[in-house]
C-alpha cells in the first residue's frame, strides 16, 4: 500500500497539452484525437481533470463535469464525477479515495454537494463501496438506464448504461 511517491494534479491548459499522449497510451488505447476530445471540456472551463502519478507512472484520474448531462444535477448545481479511474495494477492503496479527496476538495470551492452514478453488477462492485463508505447516496429515482428510471415490471439488459445516480452534500 505504499503510495508516499503519489502526485495527484489537476491539470490546466499547458498541462492537458502534456497529457493528451499519456492519456492516449493509459485511457485511449493509443487512440490521439479520442485523448484530446477528452479535454475539450476542461479547455472551455466545463470540467477539470486530476490525473494521479505513483513515481513516473499514470496511476489514474477523476474528471469532474461542471454542467453535467443529468437535468437534475444541473438545475440544482450538483457538479458531477464523470470519470474516476485507477489502472489495475494500482488498485487498492487508496489512490481513488485521493483522487476523490482533490475532487471534492474542489467541487467544494463552487457547489454544496456532488454527484456521481454508478453501475449495478459485480464490476463496479469497489466503486460501489467506494462510494458507500465516503457518504454518497443515491438520489431516490431508483435504477436508471443512463437518465431514464426503470419502470416497475419493466425488463431492462444489465448492462454498463443501468445505473444509481449519486449525491453526496459536502
Known sequence: MNTQNLQIDLLD?????????LFAENVYAGDQEQAAEHFDADLNGLSNTFVAKLGNEFAGFITI????????FRQNNIPFIQ?????????GRGIASQLMDAAE??????A???GTCVGIFGDYGPAQRLYARRGYIPDGRGLCQWHRPVQNGETVAIDHDLIL???KEL
Not at 83 to 91: A, Y
Request: proline share 5%.
Open 65 to 72: 463535469r461542471w454542467e453535467p448531462h443529468n437535468e437534475d
Open 105 to 110: 476538495t474542489l467541487i467544494k470551492t463552487k
Open 165 to 167: 445516480w449519486l449525491i
Open 112 to 114: 454544496t454537494h456532488a
Open 83 to 91: 470519470h474516476l479511474e485507477v489502472k489495475p495494477e494500482f488498485q
Open 13 to 21: 491548459e499547458q498541462k492537458i497539452q502534456s497529457n493528451v499522449r
